[in-house]
Every structure is written in structure tokens, then in C-alpha cells.
């Protein structure tokens, strides 16, 4: 067993992620906002503010606080990476298993909510999430998953009285931001919110096909459909588009963020807004969502579905 | 999208399925004992009752209520593999995707708690699974979820009161039945109650290296250790030795299931539970189980491990 000379991998690694919050939380404090909570991850989702003016908005984003957002620096990555157990000289496991194997289990760890936050994919795995997401496995993985949401929204007795509730979170889970990703390592390169929000205001995101269709079927068997994402209000006007534009319509409420909830994980703001749901009479059978942050917390749906999506993690 | 045809195979496979569950429960309606639930499902650790005599325990296994478990005859199996997507002359999405990429699927979508309750492995994906846990990447996968556990555990802030506790399942988290289900086509056959307590009832089982490891530190760090099971308190002593013997010590409390526990799915039993640690004072840090219902629920650990298991399912 290979662990407790693991341990002091890893607790090089927090050491570095400690050294890399700090640093990047320096400059940070002597801005006017309030300090953002450590929370080590770089969700996509979160990136942009609030302003509509795409121009306006990437120049606070230097000056508005960055909630959940701290980049991992390359150095740390790198560190995340021999700490998986394998590429640097000083590997413990990486007799024991081939990196595919060491990859395949990372990945797995991230669907089953088994890791700790992370930042970017391990260097080591950025093939292997590059094969994935690009092969068929992702594509299979994400129909298996919309054929059993849609057997259970098949399967679920409504009320019949307009009050049984499906929530969707947007990106990885409606819309693909993978043509992005595909030009940016596949999570596994550092995180850049200037040229993600330029991706967003694009409106160009295609459908994930298996999505739409289950996102047909639900609203066709009468769910009211909320869609919720860590997007924005600002990217409100482009969001709709790109949603029509790819198939989707007719939802019952689009929730973006406000500026209230910037420092909230999506974990808290999401469960708040399903509390909210609650409040008015919902009852949330379903929720759809890449993220256990969109699933998790409170206020939890009767049944929800994970996703895959091994390029990044939100708390 | 080939969706809507299989909906018509799901739509099959539930008919069959409520066929197959109207034939079990039919016999069960004329036994004395209240009706049991209808869960769809296998659950070995549930299996054995109160006797601890082993020979009147398997007499009574038939006359007692048999709670969560109704077998799945080999038919259900057939169309459960056949509604995966593949094996069948009819198959939809077969031509889309090969047998091994929808297995693999079918694997991680259990991981994630993706699945509707299922009673075997589909018969398509026997040896996928078999391959699986007889090979590399289970192990690896094993040792990443206790890698994760360890550092948590050693991040966590103790109280310094005794009260900071941990909770361990048993079988496929400690214990491993995997010489068991090598003669028993590792979960693909229909479940044998009296051939699984009989192997339960040799005390046999050995230790997962990468748990017993993880037990050691939680233990050494000062977390109290509760071993919750959906063992039956018939099988206390044999539980006992056989984890002694396999190395694990000086667990705070092993809690097995009581008559009144019978009825109760494996998510009211072990929530109930946690619950009764709660009043007791007791904060529940870690969480480690290979099935979701060892998690979910309520009184919900801070963090939850869970840990592969695609040979059963257990609500």
C-alpha cells in the first residue's frame, strides 16, 4: 500500500493550493469588494457578471469579486496531477497502475462526488478526458442518462394541477460548451473568463442532442420546466437566443444569477431557488444537471440526474 | 435518436417486470407474514434473518417476510440487458454503440446513482462487470475513493470530544464478497439467499486492503467508528470474527439490523440510525459505503464516500 506516501503528496498539494489561494487572494483584498470565499475551482458558469455590455462587463471583472473563482496556476495542476499517482519521477502508484487506469478512476471519483474540489483536469488525464468527451463513451454516457430521466418523467404521477416541476440546469446539460473546450484542453488548460464570456456571447452553444429530447418529452408530459444556471443576468438576452435557437422553448421560468447571489456556491444559490419553487406551490420531480452542485443541497428534487462532464468542477 | 423505440423496450421491460413481481408476490400474499414492499432488487446483505441457527434460519427464510428482496427471474434479466440497448436482434441503439461503451455506461450510470432500482447485472454486461472487478480498475478505483477519504479525514477538525465519528458499511466497503460472487457470475445470476448466508456464515470474506488502511487512519486519527450494516443481528458473532480477523479493531459500535428493521429499505434503516447518533451527540463526518441508500437519506454524513460496487443494488 502506497497511501502514506501519498499522503505527503498530497499534503505538498495543499500546501501549494494554499500557497496559490493566498496569492491570488492578495491582490484581491485591497479591492473594494469584499474578499470572495476560498473555494479552489474555476466554474465556467460563474465567470461573468453582471453587466449586458459585453465590453463594460470584461473590465469589472477585474474589479468585482470572483465568487467560487480562484485559478489553479499551472504549477498546482501539475501537482494535482503527480498527486493522482502517476506522471513525475517520484510516483508511488505509478506501478501499480497504468495511467489510463489512474485516469478512468478520476474520472469516475468525479461522478460519484468522491473528490475534493478541483481546479483543472490532472495533466496526466487530459488525454484521456480529450478521448472521452470527444468519443463515443460521453455520448453514450449522456443518452443513458437522458433514457432514464425520461422513463422516470414517464413513469411519475403528476397532480394534474400544473405544479410538478422539472429543473435544468444550461451548460453541460442543455447546451455543450465543448467546441470551447475543445479549443482550451479540455479543462485541462487554466481557466480564462475573458475568452469563456466571449464563447457565451457567441450564442453559438450546440444542443446536446439527447437533452433535447428529453427536454421535449418532459415539457410534452406536462412538467413546468425551470431552468436554472449559474449563468448571469447579463448573459440573459444571449442565453434565450442560443436556447431557441438550438430547439429549446416554451420554459416555464428562466433563473440566472443576480448580483445577491455572486458569492453564494451554486450549491447554496440553487437550493435557495428551489426553496423558492417550494415556496410557490412546486413540487420538483426532476432535476437534470452536469454538476452535483446543481443537484445537491436542499430543497433536493424527488429524483436527479448527474450528468457526465470531466472538464470542470463547481462547487 | 432512436429514444422514442425505446421507450417502447422500457415500456416492455416495466411489464415484464410488474409480471415478474405479481408472480413473487402472489405465493408471498397467502404466507402469514404482512406483504412485503415492492422493491425490485437483490440485496445480499439483507438477506439472512434473526435465527442464528443457521438450519432453521434457512427453513424460515420462506415463511419470514423477505424485505426489499424480490428476485428477478433470468427473463427480466434478459430484457433489463436487452432495454440497455443492445445484445437483442431488436436492439435500437446497438448499431450505435458497442456493447462495451454501453456497458461501461450502464457501469458509471450506477455509480452516480443514475439507475432506476435494478435486481442483476444485465446479461450483456456480465462480463464487462466481471472483467471489471477481477481486474485493475476496480482496485485503482478502490484506492482513489480511500485515497480521497484519508485526506479528508485528515483535514477535518476534530472537536476534541469524542464526538467526531465515522461510518463504515460492511460487505463491498470492508469486507469483500468477491470470492463469493466469483461463483455466482458477479451479480449477472439470480441471488441465492441460502448460498449467500451460507458463504456470510463462513466468515471468509476478506478485507478490502485500501479500506482496512482507511479504517486504520480514521481509527488513529481519533474518529469514532460505526459500523452500520444491513447485516442481521443472526450474523453478529460471525461479523465480528470475521472482521477481526481480517484486521479491523476496536469499532465503537457495530449496528445490524433488528426484527423491527425487517421491513424498513436500507435508506430508512441507516438513516434512522444516523439519526440515533445525532441524539446521541455524536457528529458524523465520514460517510463509506459502496451502495447510495449507505448515504442518502437523511442525518446525512458532512461527506459521503461512495465506493463501486456494480454487482447489486440495494434501496
Known amino acids: 500500500m502506497a497511501r502514506h506516501r501519498r499522503g505527503g503528496d498530497l499534503l505538498r498539494l495543499l500546501l501549494t493550493l494554499l500557497l496559490a489561494a493566498a496569492l491570488l487572494l492578495a491582490p484581491a483584498a485591497a479591492e ?35 465568487p467560487l473563482v480562484i485559478e489553479l496556476p499551472s504549477a498546482a495542476a501539475t501537482a494535482a496531477a503527480s498527486e493522482l499517482g502517476g506522471g513525475g519521477e517520484d510516483s508511488v502508484s505509478g506501478d501499480e497502475f497504468p495511467p489510463e487506469v489512474r485516469c478512468a478512476s478520476w474520472r469516475l471519483a468525479s461522478e460519484a462526488n468522491n473528490l475534493a474540489p478541483w481546479g483543472a483536469v490532472p495533466a496526466e488525464c487530459a488525454a484521456h478526458v480529450r478521448e472521452y468527451v470527444t468519443g463515443a463513451a460521453y455520448r453514450s454516457d449522456l443518452e443513458l442518462v437522458a433514457m432514464e430521466s425520461a422513463a422516470y418523467a414517464r413513469a411519475a404521477q403528476l397532480g394534474g394541477d400544473g405544479r410538478d416541476a422539472w429543473v435544468f440546469d444550461v451548460d453541460e446539460t442543455l447546451l455543450s460548451n465543448l467546441p470551447y473546450y475543445a479549443d482550451h484542453g479540455f479543462g485541462a488548460e487554466l481557466f480564462d473568463h475573458h475568452k469563456f464570456d466571449e464563447w457565451v456571447e457567441r450564442g453559438e452553444a450546440p444542443a446536446i442532442p439527447s437533452s433535447l429530447q428529453l427536454y421535449k ?28 435557437n438550438q430547439g429549446f422553448h416554451d ?43 446543481d443537484l445537491l443541497g436542499s430543497s433536493m428534487s424527488a429524483r436527479s440526474f448527474k450528468l457526465p462532464n470531466p472538464m470542470y468542477y463547481i462547487p
Do not use: C
Open 251 to 293: 420554459w416555464d421560468k428562466l433563473i440566472l444569477r443576480v448580483a445577491a447571489d455572486r458569492k453564494k456556491t451554486a450549491t447554496t444559490y440553487k437550493s435557495e431557488k428551489r426553496k423558492e419553487m417550494e415556496a410557490e406551490g412546486y413540487r420538483i420531480l426532476g432535476n437534470s444537471g452536469d454538476q452535483w452542485s
Open 217 to 244: 418529452e418532459v415539457r410534452e408530459l406536462g412538467f413546468k420546466i425551470f431552468l436554472l444556471t449559474g449563468r448571469t443576468e447579463g448573459h440573459r438576452g444571449v442565453t434565450v437566443d442560443n436556447l431557441e
Open 32 to 66: 473594494p469588494e469584499p474578499e470572495p470565499e476560498v473555494a479552489p475551482t474555476a466554474p465556467p458558469q460563474d465567470a461573468s457578471e453582471e453587466a449586458s455590455d459585453a465590453a463594460t462587463q470584461h473590465q469589472q471583472q477585474h474589479i468585482l469579486p470572483r
